[in-house]
T-cell receptor, first 112, second 112 residues
């Protein structure tokens, strides 16, 4: 079982729709959870982080965390073609506060 | 503000040749430093991390090594490259991972 699992996609949504990206993790002791966006050929950039159960909103982005289900999601409202990218979920390991473990990413395509 | 520099941006090297990739961070002291590799279409694999000068932890046995000769300098090396060493190499820094990592722009390495 992978430590962090994501559907590889592509997830295709029309412009203006809500894109929902999901991630599950195996380490029940994980404390911190992150979403990165990676455009093709570029390095990942941090867009959201969440530590507590529930929702966290930042502009068009909402991160959701459910530790009991070991599930993290990212919602993108009013999706734009510029949101087309690969979204990487990352979590910390319980055995170390220094390391982030990444999922393989979900590719999002926003159709104009 | 903090910035992270990584070079070169692209590199084509023959099998069996040595490798040296350099990463430096500006605007902070005693950062945690990381080297990741991303194979084509794959997720990020943690290779090495360092929490201080001279302190290197290796995540996977491989053909690579890392060094941290100065507080804000992190070097990835190999004595003899293999074809399987091709990939996108990313350096990252953090204070603690509660705030996630900031990545450099990456080095795309092709071993031929």
């Amino acid at each position: 079982q992978k430590e962090v699992e994501q559907n590889s996609g592509p997830l295709s949504v029309p412009e203006g729709a809500i894109a929902s990206l999901n991630c599950t993790y195996s380490d029940r002791g994980s404390q911190s959870f992150f979403w990165y966006r990676q455009y093709s050929g570029k390095s990942p950039e941090l867009i959201m982080f969440i530590y507590s159960n529930g929702d966290k909103e930042d502009g068009r982005f909402t991160a959701q965390l459910n530790k009991a289900s070991q599930y993290v999601s990212l919602l993108i409202r009013d999706s734009q073609p510029s949101d087309s990218a690969t979204y990487l979920c990352a979590v910390t390991r319980m055995d170390s506060s220094y390391k982030l473990i990444f999922g393989s990413g979900t590719r999002l395509l926003v159709r104009p | 503000s903090q910035t992270i520099h990584q070079w070169p941006a692209t590199l084509v090297q023959p099998v069996g040749s040595p490798l040296s990739l350099e990463c430096t961070v500006e605007g902070t002291s005693n950062p945690n430093l990381y080297w990741y590799r991303q194979a084509a279409g794959r997720g990020l694999q943690l290779l090495f991390y360092s929490v201080g000068i001279g302190q290197i932890s290796s995540e996977v046995p491989q053909n690579l090594s890392a060094s941290r000769p100065q507080d804000r300098q992190f070097i990835l090396s190999s004595k003899k490259l293999l074809l399987s060493d091709s990939g996108f190499y990313l350096c990252a820094w953090s204070w603690t991972n509660h705030y996630g990592y900031t990545f450099g722009s990456g080095t795309r390495l092709t071993v031929v």
